[in-house]
């Protein structure tokens, strides 16, 4: 089994595609369509691994990005946006067709993918079946629960304030938007108005044990459709954070598989795979930017990343720019704010590079990350081959490191120990160095101190803090009441010692830190209770705060205000070498920490 990785065209857009491909073919592939948002973060990964399952037993199988998503071009305020994602899933059937050869195409939909297959099917695509996992039957049963989710996030990490007014209209949801005509349409989708498609077989897979939606069954039935009705087991799994790894369900698999396997009988015996990709992965994005997929050895394996550049002039630029995973969230950052940011410096003559370190995205390695992976010592190993990738290529010479949580995690890491990173932002970092007692001690700490904490138990009654997790805190406290007496004080979460070397490494290389936290963050709590904020005498390191709005700065005011801090510095690093100063003005909404 192989795995290509490719741009296609699609109306107005380019979509990044992902094929595996098998070295024999059952003569048919199978389409995966994403969910929206927070859910295609969530489930990337789960579904990248189903898909090479499904390639390792013959199907030649494409995932790929909706338009204004992911790494694929334009964005959320784009027009008409919802015909494009229905287009997109034709084209993306007559795309794996063309490259591979296959007889038939299976498309499977997760969520909206799933509306979206079925809606596009419903407008005339030849797809021989379907497979529908927690479809509704229109758009205003899945906006419903948008806005409750909406609302509940917003009470949440806004904890009771009014937040600041939303800088574009339309419905963001954890950090995701839907612009007001996006909402709108989205609102007049009635899938239970479907044309009479030619007896295509569908398979509706439940959300676990919610039940079908009955409106959609008596719609596929009635358009002519063969409706299989199963559990989709492990649907609230396949949507757990990325950073908790979770196995697909075994049970869902073989269902979708069994499916499958049934359609192909009548097909001709499998055949060797036709491959039909261009030589190179360069995509144009608009005039100014182009992207390529990247792949550097490492270990035996891969490690993916984009590389976006600018469309004209020198492939030679003495910077470059490093984007880090956020966690478990693949390398468009949170809230596709990496690849807004990579993009728009690309266009101003910068190259940088979005990277997937290893078990993250489309990177090799453990189907999921878990928090001790994405902070493992072999980061700064990872990030040391991509920086020498830029430059071989490029001759990067000097680099920014922009990061958010793990993220920040291992750019800090990185620059105390390689002089040719000349900047960083480091984003809500939760650590400077691996502890894996210290989130335990954080929890033991707030569950012994703050049982009051409404949004503690909100999280405990709907299941968001695993019972593992519970055991553990129930083990870190009982041992800090049988070893650690009120004599001993509380427990330190900062290594003081190698604290203060890191300081004394980043003044001795001269590299410009920026720390941005939101409310909140514990480690910037610990940092001013520990005594272990920045020397007072490096101008070159700064702390700020941004308020309340989220771990990944969810709210769009957070976003564009991460963006133009982001903006400022790497303008700031950049400009005359090293003379730079400390903000003297700090934007709207950020307050600077001594």
Request: hydrophobic share 40%; proline share 5%; glycine share 8%.
């Amino acid at each position: 089994m192989t795995a290509h990785h490719h741009w296609f065209r699609s109306g107005n857009h380019s979509l990044l595609a992902h094929v595996d491909l098998p070295l024999q073919s059952a003569g048919s592939g199978v389409v995966i369509v994403p969910p929206f948002g927070w859910d295609d973060i969530c489930s990337y990964r789960p579904l990248r691994s189903l898909a090479r399952n499904l390639a390792s037993k013959g199907f030649p199988t494409l995932r790929f990005d909706l338009p204004g998503t992911g790494d694929s071009s334009g964005s959320a305020l784009d027009q008409k946006l919802i015909s494009a994602w229905i287009q997109s899933v034709q084209d993306a059937v007559a795309e794996l067709k063309a490259v591979t050869g296959v007889q038939s195409v299976s498309i499977l939909g997760v969520r909206l993918g799933a509306m979206l297959a079925l809606a596009s099917a419903s407008a005339g695509m030849q797809a021989d079946n379907l497979i529908l996992w927690g479809a509704s039957a229109n758009g205003s049963a899945f906006l419903r629960e948008l806005r409750a989710f909406r609302n509940l996030e917003v009470s949440e990490y806004a904890e009771g304030e009014v937040p600041p007014p939303q800088p574009i209209d339309g419905l963001e949801v954890a950090g995701f938007l839907l612009s007001r005509e996006t909402e709108s349409t989205l609102e007049a989708l009635k899938l239970q108005n479907l044309a009479s498609m030619t007896n295509p077989r569908v398979l509706l897979l439940s959300r676990d044990n919610f039940p079908h939606d009955k409106m959609l069954v008596q719609a596929l039935e009635k358009a002519g459709c063969q409706v299989t009705l199963k559990p989709g087991t492990g649907y609230q799994n396949l949507m757990a954070a990325p950073h908790e790894p979770i196995p697909f369900s075994q049970d869902t698999e073989s269902t979708i598989v069994d499916f499958l396997q049934a359609a192909t009988a009548d097909l001709t015996a499998a055949a060797p795979i036709r491959e039909k990709f261009r030589e190179d992965r360069l995509c144009r994005i608009d005039e100014g930017v182009i992207e390529t997929v990247c792949s550097q050895p490492y270990k035996g394996e891969s490690l993916f990343s984009i590389l976006a550049q600018p469309a004209t002039g020198s492939r030679s630029a003495e910077w470059g720019l490093l984007f880090m995973n956020a966690g478990g969230v693949r390398h468009i950052g949170p809230n596709r704010m990496w690849v807004d940011a990579a993009r728009r410096w690309a266009a101003r003559g910068v190259p940088s590079m979005r990277v997937d370190f290893h078990r993250v995205g489309e990177s090799d390695g453990e189907q999921q990350a878990s928090i001790a992976s994405l902070h493992a010592d072999d980061l700064v190993e990872q990030l040391s081959v991509v920086m020498d990738s830029m430059n071989s290529q490029l001759n990067c010479q000097r680099f920014i490191a922009v990061g958010l949580c793990s993220g920040a995690f291992a750019a800090f890491q990185s620059l105390i120990r390689n002089p040719q990173i000349r900047g960083a932002v480091l984003l809500n970092p939760r650590l400077f160095f691996w502890d894996p007692e210290i989130e335990p001690r954080r929890l033991a700490r707030r569950v012994g101190t703050g049982l009051g904490d409404a949004s503690y138990w909100r999280r405990l009654v709907r299941g968001e803090i695993q019972p593992e997790r519970i055991k553990e805190v129930a083990r870190v406290a009982l041992t800090r009441l049988l070893h650690s007496g009120p004599a001993n004080g509380r427990q330190q979460q900062i290594q003081a010692q190698a604290m203060a070397r890191a300081w004394d490494q980043v003044k001795r290389f001269q590299t410009r830190v920026t720390l941005v936290f939101a409310d909140g963050e514990p480690l910037i709590q610990e940092m001013v209770d520990e005594k272990q904020m920045p020397p007072p005498n490096n101008s070159r390191i700064q702390c700020v705060r941004v308020g309340k709005t989220g771990h990944t700065f969810r709210a769009l005011w957070a976003q564009q205000l991460v963006q133009d801090l982001i903006d400022r510095e790497i303008n700031t690093t950049m400009q005359n070498g090293e003379k730079v100063e400390l903000l003297s003005k700090s934007p709207e909404g950020v307050s600077l920490l001594a």
